[in-house]
């Protein structure tokens, strides 16, 4: 089955950086769309990012020239580089797997990392 492994997270001050990175079991892992969600305890699960398998990304309005996605399809790993943290960015964030090529195949969730920007 397909497992993703979220790592990365921690507490950091307003304006700091963080690089979450998100491991996945599939042998091949550069036809599956990847990306990354955040949920604040009470709140809906929401997009952060997506990266398409020929490197098209997609940004939440709040994250937009703060946060970066990319992929390493070598390495089996997507990367959320999160930049200019602010509080509102305290979450849980979760690596998403899909695939683009049948939409009737599942999703596959990570089991989540926490991220807390903090004083």
């Known amino acids: 089955q397909v497992q993703l492994v979220e790592s990365g997270g921690g507490l950091v001050q307003p304006g700091g950086s963080l690089r979450l990175s998100c491991a996945a079991s599939k042998m091949i892992f550069s036809i599956y769309a990847m990306g990354w969600y955040r949920q604040i305890p009470g709140k809906q699960r929401e997009m952060v990012a997506t990266?398409?398998?020929?490197?098209?990304?997609n940004y939440a309005v709040s994250v937009k020239g703060r946060f970066t996605i990319s992929r390493d399809n070598a390495k089996n790993t997507v990367y959320l580089q999160m930049n200019s943290l602010k509080p509102e960015d305290t979450a849980v964030y979760y690596c998403?797997?899909?695939?683009?090529?049948?939409?009737?195949?599942?999703?596959?969730w990570g089991q989540g990392t926490q991220v807390t920007v903090s004083s």
């Open positions: 998403k797997l899909s695939n683009p090529w049948d939409v009737a195949a599942p999703t596959y």
């Open positions: 990266i398409t398998s020929g490197d098209y990304t």
